[in-house]
């Protein structure tokens, strides 16, 4: 039923079949009839103190703004993350900014953290009935210099504590300038220890632990990996997410759009978030690990969490997909690790 639905979406440019694609779940949402399209997992793990019914999640940057939150819950996922968002609202890069890699099983995105900041998505978290795990991805605003990012990552973390079962930074974008700087050494530091002792504070005053995630770039070598482990594991982190995009074009050369600006995700991206993934958990014994990256089937996710990661999470693949992907990989990996 999805490959017919493709057929006719993938005729659309792709940022106009993704919200036809997104009103069009939503309409089955309303009717009762998402919950078939995906397929409910009960496979329970249990990391940062928090119930994530199984281990199969939602990547950020498919729901921005929390608009879609019941319609994509009903589909089966573990958890479901929403974002990134920023302080305030933002229209991101000039369109067109998506574009699809079919050959690869990959996208091409230079979206630029579009939004509609961070009030309108706490209201729609707020406003929705979804009632498994949530994670807020945050981020900063173009117009902030990265010299100031901590402020807008210390905004919408205020605003996002009260909703969220966990929080996710996000500096690993490749397409707001200067970002990934935010990733190493003095910087990171600065910025980890700032939200940490923030997120401490906010735990206290309302008696509620938040757990804190960092999502983190594919394009590091070894030495980079570990340099960030040290922050993430200084810092208390509680989690690190692996990985964003790639600015690699490597493995898409001489493909249609293969030279457009911005990040790559899908296929691609498979086996450099592995890398990551293996080198993080040589470093992090202990530290929960959500792998994200080119997962488009049961097998992928296995070979996933095989490379050092607790959870998934589904983006591309879900696209080229659809939602049966949620239930297929549930699936499996209850098959290949239920109860470890």
């Known amino acids: ?24 779940l939503d309409l089955a949402g309303h009717l009762g009839l998402a919950e078939r399209f995906g397929g409910r997992v009960d496979d329970p793990v249990e990391l940062m103190g928090l119930h994530f019914p199984n281990r199969v999640g939602l990547a950020a940057g498919l729901d921005k703004n929390a608009d879609h939150l019941d319609a994509l819950g009903a589909l089966g996922f573990g958890f479901v993350e929403v974002g990134t968002v920023t302080p305030r609202p933002q229209d991101g890069n000039p369109r067109p900014r998506l574009f699809r890699l079919p050959d690869a099983g990959a996208i091409i995105n230079r979206m630029g953290f579009n939004n509609a900041g961070v009030d309108h998505l706490v ?12 994670g807020i991805n945050i981020g900063k605003n173009l117009s902030t210099p990265v010299e100031q990012a901590v402020d807008d990552y210390l905004t919408c973390l ?22 990934r700087n935010l990733q190493f050494g003095e910087h990171l530091d600065s910025l980890l220890g700032a939200l940490r002792d923030e997120g401490n504070r906010l735990d206290r005053e309302t008696g509620r632990r938040v757990p804190l995630a960092v ?18 594991e200084a810092n208390a982190i509680d989690a690190v997410i692996a990985t964003n995009t790639t600015v690699s074009r490597e493995a898409v050369a001489g493909l249609e759009h293969a030279d457009e600006q911005g990040g790559l995700s899908g296929r691609p991206v498979f086996e450099p ?11 992090l014994s202990d ?19 095989a490379a050092g990661a607790d959870l998934v999470q ?17 699936r499996t990996l209850q098959a290949r690790f239920a109860g470890k």
Not at 123 to 134: K, L, P, Q
Request: glycine share 12%.
């Open 273 to 283: 978030s592995n890398t990551v993934i293996r080198e993080l958990r040589r470093r």
């Open 123 to 134: 209201a729609r978290v707020r406003a929705s009935h979804y009632d498994g795990v949530i």
């Open 215 to 232: 999502k983190i770039a594919p394009d590091m070598d070894p030495e980079e990996v570990g340099l960030v482990a040290r922050s993430l």
């Open 158 to 179: 205020r605003q996002v504590h009260g909703h969220a079962h966990y929080i996710t930074v996000n500096i690993s974008s490749p397409n707001t300038p200067g970002l």
């Open 314 to 330: 589904l983006y591309s693949g879900f696209i080229y997909r659809g939602p049966g992907l949620v239930g297929e990989c549930a």
């Open 287 to 305: 530290m929960p690990i959500i792998g994200v990256g080119g997962i488009d089937s049961g097998e992928a996710a296995v070979a996933k969490v």
């Open 1 to 24: 039923m999805y490959s017919l639905a493709r057929s006719l979406l993938f005729r659309l440019d792709a940022e106009t079949a993704h919200g036809v694609a997104l009103r069009g």
